[in-house]
């Protein structure tokens, strides 16, 4: 029995931090270099409202939380590309009221009333096999997505002005991403947790940026070392009882705080390529 | 001179806002012409008209006198730097141009690679290809957007405001380029320096609401005055001196 559960959990959270690491390469590189960090926060803030939702209506709270990231997403692009609100506004707003009606219908939940902090921190543990599915399916998409128009993405988020002067799609370009972004994010909240899942999502793309430019090199390398510092998180996560996500980001930043030592010693040797960042 | 392309009567402008009025221009293979006039005027706007970023809201732009096509059109936008901490090489930048004979799906091959490395030691950049956008200066960064801009083989070249993080030392070697250029290409050059651009260009357009075309490039502060054109005149002469001069 003992050793039966033990194989699932790690076959579980080896795929789970493959996955993971797959759409933290991907979207993680699209939100670092575009410059999306807090509107994706936002995001995932905004889709805590949606698990709190799904729990009150007792319905799989991943889907309430993917229509509200989903919303939250598309909405805050178009709000943002209209210029009609002042971006950090508005993104402020939404990731507090995402956070507030999240609590209110938890607590409005009649009976048993869920653990919190697996959704705040993240729990491998609360993981079902539908999330894994459909954390693959937005894998794969993405995958494709990327590969087919990985020109056309890559100039889109350089410079939109000259995008234009080539496509006519730029606007479709950018909701596409940002709601399979939002996608990403949202399906990989029961593991990393809604405070702590950016971190996982920015921490290796931004590591990786430390020493090459080359967009694609990003991607691969990135999702290596969110694959090695998500498996490690949940290793250490299993065997010391504390939760996943809070793990992971620690981890994450350690081998962040190496990688900073690295390039530093690299820069002192000749002169890097960061020497403005 | 066979002509490129007409504007005839057109006016454009942002939801409810008219900015340009009854343009009429006709630009001939081989022109270079430089844009003036004052902020707000609608010089960009008439560049995103040309480039068929914009809808006329009357008058039309034809291309078939020079059987045109937009993506025989090369654009240097008006760039505050960038986002020059972006992840993209030099050669990532330059090769960004062909995507205009391109559909979304489009790949960058080695035929594609050999064009960009044609146009980058052209223009001097051959060897920072593989550099990254931050590490260059504002005058190689104009030089990278330049070549951006005519990896394609363009018939007609629109700048906006291509120096205005150059160097003035650069300026010249810039313009020289250009020059250059102009023997292939026909180039539309926005620029608020009409005394430095003057020794360049052929031809001056003001656009002010309306467009007042300049057939030489010699202007005078006479003729800016009867175009209606309020916009400072610097000029080079063997005394240089600068000519304020407010209009209404």
């Not at chain 1, 493959?18 to 670092?32: D, K, R």
């Amino acid at each position: 029995m003992d050793s039966i559960f033990a194989y699932s959990f790690v076959t579980k959270s080896l795929e789970g931090a493959l996955f993971a690491s797959i759409t933290a390469g991907i979207a993680g590189t699209y939100i670092v270099s575009r410059r999306l960090v807090f509107l994706s926060g936002g995001i995932t803030h905004a889709s805590f409202g949606g698990l709190g939702l799904g729990h009150y209506l007792a319905i799989n709270p991943v889907i309430g939380a993917a229509v509200f990231g989903l919303g939250s997403a598309v909405g805050m692009e178009y709000m943002t590309s209209r210029g009609k609100m002042r971006e950090d506004s508005a993104i402020g707003i939404l990731w507090a009221l995402g956070m507030a009606i999240g609590i209110i219908f938890i607590y409005m939940t009649p009976g048993y009333a869920p653990n919190l902090m697996s959704y705040l921190f993240g729990s491998i543990l609360t993981v079902t096999r539908g999330d894994l599915i459909a954390l693959g399916i937005v894998s794969l998409v993405l995958i494709i997505y990327t590969a087919v128009f990985y020109r056309t993405l890559l100039y889109i988020s350089f410079d939109e002005n000259y995008a234009r002067t080539f496509t006519r799609h730029v606007d479709l370009f950018k909701y596409i991403s940002v709601a399979l972004t939002g996608l990403a994010i949202v399906l990989n909240i029961r593991m990393a947790g809604v405070i702590l899942i950016i971190s996982l999502l920015t921490i290796p793309a931004n590591i990786i940026m430390l020493f090459t430019r080359k967009y694609l090199r990003i991607i691969v390398l990135s999702s290596v070392v969110s694959f090695i510092g998500i498996s490690a998180g949940f290793a250490v996560s299993w065997f010391t009882n504390l939760p996943t996500g809070a793990v992971i980001v620690t981890v994450l930043v350690i081998f962040w705080v190496i990688a900073r030592g690295i390039r530093g010693i690299m820069a002192g040797n000749k002169t890097g390529i960061n020497k403005k960042a | 001179m066979p002509t490129l392309f007409t504007i005839e009567s057109l006016t454009a402008g942002y939801e409810g806002r008219v900015v340009l009025r009854d343009v009429s221009i006709t630009v001939e293979e081989n022109d270079f012409i430089g844009i003036i006039g004052p902020n707000g005027g609608g010089k960009t706007t008439l560049l995103r008209v040309v480039l068929g970023l914009l809808k006329p809201l009357t008058g039309r732009i034809d291309y078939t006198p020079g059987n045109l096509t937009l993506n025989q059109i090369g654009y240097l936008p008006q760039v505050a730097q960038g986002d020059t901490l972006f992840p993209v090489t030099v050669e990532d930048v330059v090769l960004s141009g062909l995507m205009l004979n391109k559909g979304a799906a489009g790949r960058m091959g080695r035929k594609e690679k050999i064009r960009a490395a044609e146009v980058m030691s052209e223009l001097g950049l051959a060897p920072l290809a593989r550099q990254a956008l931050n590490e260059l200066s504002g005058g190689q960064l104009q030089r990278v957007y330049l070549a951006r801009a005519i990896t394609g083989s363009p018939r007609l070249l629109l700048l906006d405001e291509p120096a205005t993080f150059v160097d003035s030392s650069f300026e010249a070697d810039f313009y020289d380029k250009l020059r250059v250029l102009n023997s292939r290409m026909a180039i539309m050059m926005v620029s608020h320096d009409v005394g430095t651009i003057s020794a360049w260009v052929k031809s001056f357009a003001c656009v002010n609401g309306g467009l007042f075309y300049h057939p030489h490039s010699k202007i005078t502060d006479e003729d800016l005055r009867l175009y209606g054109c309020p916009i400072q005149l610097v000029t080079h002469g063997d005394v240089p001196h600068v000519v304020l001069h407010k209009h209404e």
